[in-house]
């Protein structure tokens, strides 16, 4: 925050975010009389329309600041103003941080929705239980302090949700049962290609009561999409899963782009289009109750490029694709 110098008599709104690019400039952008520019949408569009229409940037103009002005190292965004806003938390995966999901998060915050994640346990060893804990800070401060320089951004304490991708969706699980236990608000959860963590998530979610979106990639030859079985099984709530059949479970994380000529998980778009769609239109569902959005939290809708999971044929293997060693190494966390 180059242009406000820090003082202690200063509020934490007056800091805390600094405008991005506008979407204005962005090609893709959903202009603002179509769909999902409020919360209370009059016409359900066709749920193939609704995907086209989520996986781009919505009508909102994103602001993004540093969670380090209220104590904690992290990322928020946040639409230019709006207040009783939702918000989700979002733990980033093994040996990544917020930087890896800021298309993500400025994404999520076009739509209405804040976004924070924090930049912390991103070592060789993190701890789930720590970066869960984490998770829950960062809800507090979104639920509690005024954002903006004018503090003309605030989040409804109801509305808020957990998220997280591979080890951060580990964590996020850890935080709601957490949360849960202790008898916060959490309105729902999003387990994105999640990764074991210590203790096993699907061992605390039979507790959890919040309803959740378990995104997979299709096969069960590395942990991380046997993970996503697991955890749907165990779910105490209301549990949606979804298969992405084109997806590869680190294609989620920016700034890959190159990585793949040296072996490693390169960044997909095709994924990130894919995942910021149903995240978005399932969190809009959710947080907000507008039904529009609904089609992201039904069992048997089929949506373009991911394929609903019903509860009772879990036990069965999901549809195989070929994986590579590296992925399977990669899920060993």
Not at 321 to 330: I, N, Q, S
Request: with cysteine.
């Amino acid at each position: 925050m180059a242009d406000v110098s820090h003082n202690s008599t200063h509020s934490l709104q007056e800091y805390l975010l600094t405008p991005a690019r506008p979407l204005a400039d962005n090609p893709r952008r959903v202009p603002a009389a179509g769909v999902g520019t409020g919360y209370r949408s009059r016409v359900a569009p066709k749920p193939k329309n609704l995907v086209r229409n989520l996986s781009r940037r919505g009508p909102h103009r994103v602001l993004r600041g540093d969670l380090a002005f209220a104590g904690l190292p992290g990322v928020v965004c946040t639409p230019e103003s709006g207040l009783g806003l939702p918000a989700v938390a979002f733990g980033h995966g093994w040996l990544n941080g917020p930087q890896h999901y800021l298309e993500t998060l400025a994404h999520l915050a076009s739509w209405g929705i804040v976004a924070a994640a924090p930049a912390t346990q991103r070592g060789l060893l993190p701890s789930a239980r720590e970066l869960a804990a984490d998770l829950t800070a960062t809800l507090d401060i979104c639920a509690s302090v005024r954002l903006g320089r004018d503090g003309n951004i605030s989040v409804h304490p109801s509305r808020l949700a957990l998220a997280g991708h591979g080890f951060g969706a580990g964590a996020a699980v850890l935080a709601a049962s957490e949360r849960t236990a202790a008898g916060g608000t959490l309105a729902a959860v999003a387990a994105l290609f999640p990764a074991p963590v210590d203790p096993p998530a699907e061992g605390i979610a039979p507790g959890i009561t919040a309803p959740a979106l378990i995104v997979a990639a299709p096969g069960t030859d590395t942990l991380a999409a046997a993970d996503a079985v697991a955890l749907a099984q165990s779910w105490g709530g209301e549990a949606r899963t979804r298969v992405l059949p084109a997806a590869t479970e680190e294609g989620l994380v920016e700034g890959r782009r190159w990585a793949g000529f040296l072996g490693l998980p390169a960044s997909e778009r095709k994924t990130q289009l894919a995942v910021r769609a149903l995240l978005t239109g399932y969190l809009l569902h959710q947080l907000t109750g507008d039904k529009a959005y609904a089609v992201f939290a039904d069992a048997e809708t089929e949506l373009a490029g991911s394929l609903p999971v019903a509860q009772e044929s879990l036990a069965e293997p999901l549809e195989q694709k070929p994986t590579g060693l590296v992925r399977t190494v990669l899920s060993l966390r």
